[in-house]
């Protein structure tokens, strides 16, 4: 059982920036590759960014691409989406998971969920 606790959210204007982190505990780290989803008030969740087991491949919506980060770090099992340009329309509680493949989308490959972190960016 994968554990999975994120931070970082919180109210920033629009252009501007944010760190979300996602600590994972009670599983191989590694053995997993990690999303990055969001959900915003009256829509579905949707994909935002995924990560392989080793860091090697990323993969991003099309929303986001050119503006959103994801890394990993498997010695401290953390994972981070460094989120910069922000937009209005990129508000929503984001959400860290853990699953079996990294790619676009895949929501359902994702067993495992932390409970959110708003992100709120004013225009």
């Known amino acids: 059982q994968v554990q999975l606790v994120e931070s970082g959210g919180g109210l920033v204007q629009a252009g501007g920036s944010l760190r979300l982190s996602c600590a994972a505990s009670g599983g191989t780290f590694r053995n997993y590759a990690m999303g990055w989803f969001r959900q915003a008030p009256g829509k579905e969740r949707e994909f935002v960014a995924s990560?392989?087991?080793?860091?090697?491949?990323?993969y991003y919506a099309d929303s986001v691409k050119g503006r959103f980060t994801i890394s990993r770090d498997n010695a401290k099992n953390t994972v981070s989406l460094e989120m910069n340009s922000l937009k209005a329309e990129d508000t929503a509680i984001y959400y860290c998971?853990?699953?079996?493949?990294?790619?676009?989308?895949?929501?359902?490959?994702?067993?495992?969920w932390g409970q959110g972190t708003q992100v709120t960016v004013s225009s």
């Open positions: 998971a853990a699953g079996t493949r990294a790619g676009i989308g895949f929501v359902d490959k994702y067993a495992y």
């Open positions: 990560i392989n087991w080793s860091g090697s491949s990323t």
